[in-house]
Structure formats: C-alpha cells, structure tokens
C-alpha cells in the first residue's frame, strides 16, 4: 500500500505520533506508581493504627448515654 504524501510531512506526523504514545506512556506509568505508593501508605496507617473502630451500634449506645436518653431501637 503506497499512500502518496511527502517525506517531510510523514516524518513529522510520525514524531508526533511517537511523542504522544511516550507523553501517554509517561503518564499511565506515574499513575500507577502514585496509586501504589497510596495504597502501600494506607496499608501501613491500617496496620500501624492504634484507633480501636467502635461498631455504629455501640456508638448510638454511647451517644444515647452521653445525652441521657434512651438508646433507639
């Protein structure tokens, strides 16, 4: 298949072409890595957290106490 455009104009399209697969590239790349750092930091607060969760049922328990009202049930 012989497509009839000047060499100047191909080599320029094909440096435009291979620019934005690199820029693309680049990005997915940094993305991913970013998105990894991310999760390893939060894997570590997790693991490392001294928080105890309280259950959404004790807590109403507790904010009924605090506010001496019965607990809704």
């Known amino acids: 298949m012989v497509v009839d455009v000047h060499p100047i104009l191909s080599i320029f399209l094909a440096m435009l072409v291979g620019c934005g697969v690199a820029v693309c590239g680049k990005s997915i790349v940094m993305e991913v890595l970013r998105l ?6 939060r894997s570590n607060r997790q693991r490392d957290s001294p928080v105890v969760e309280i259950s ?13 009202t019965p607990p809704p049930f």
């Open 56 to 68: 959404p049922a004790s807590l109403s328990l507790s904010v009924s106490l605090a506010f001496n």
């Open 36 to 41: 990894k750092r991310w999760w390893c930091n």
